[in-house]
C-alpha cells in the first residue's frame, strides 16, 4: 500500500503534500518512546504516534519511514512540520484514535514490523 492509500484508508490529512504519497508502505508501529522506536524502527515503516516535536522527524528520517502518523486530530508544531517537508517525511492527522489506526492498517493487510 502506499501513503496515499494509507491516509485515505486512516481518514487522515497529509499535513505535508510536498513528500512523496506514492511511497510504498512496508509495514506499521505504534509506540511513543522515540529510544525504543529507533532500535525498532525500518525503512518504510508508518509510525503511529502522539508525539508531535521536532525529534519524531529526525527518528523517522533516520529510519527512512514512509510516514508518521498523528492519531486524534493532535497537531504537530509547525517547526516539526517544516522539518519533515525538508526531510521528506509524509506527516499524516487523523481523527482516529492509534487503536483504530491500527486495526484498519492490520485488516488491509498491513503487518507489524
Not at 37 to 52: E, I, L, R, S
Not at 67 to 86: F, H, Q, T, W, Y
Request: with cysteine; aromatic share 4%; glycine share 8%.
Amino acid at each position: 500500500m502506499t501513503v496515499n492509500e494509507m491516509a485515505k484508508l486512516i481518514e487522515a490529512e497529509n499535513m505535508t503534500p510536498e513528500a512523496d504519497g506514492n511511497a510504498a508502505v512496508s509495514c506499521g508501529y505504534t509506540c511513543d518512546l522515540l529510544s525504543w522506536v529507533m532500535a525498532h524502527g525500518a525503512a518504510g515503516m508508518a509510525w503511529v504516534t502522539v508525539q508531535t516535536h521536532m525529534n519524531v522527524i529526525a527518528v523517522a528520517s533516520l529510519m527512512e519511514m514512509a510516514a508518521v502518523i498523528i492519531p486524534e486530530g493532535i497537531e504537530m508544531e509547525e517547526p516539526s512540520l517544516e522539518k519533515a517537508k525538508d526531510e521528506g517525511i509524509c506527516v499524516l492527522q487523523t481523527k482516529l484514535t492509534a487503536f483504530e489506526i491500527c486495526a484498519r492498517l492490520a485488516a488491509a493487510g498491513l503487518k507489524g514490523k
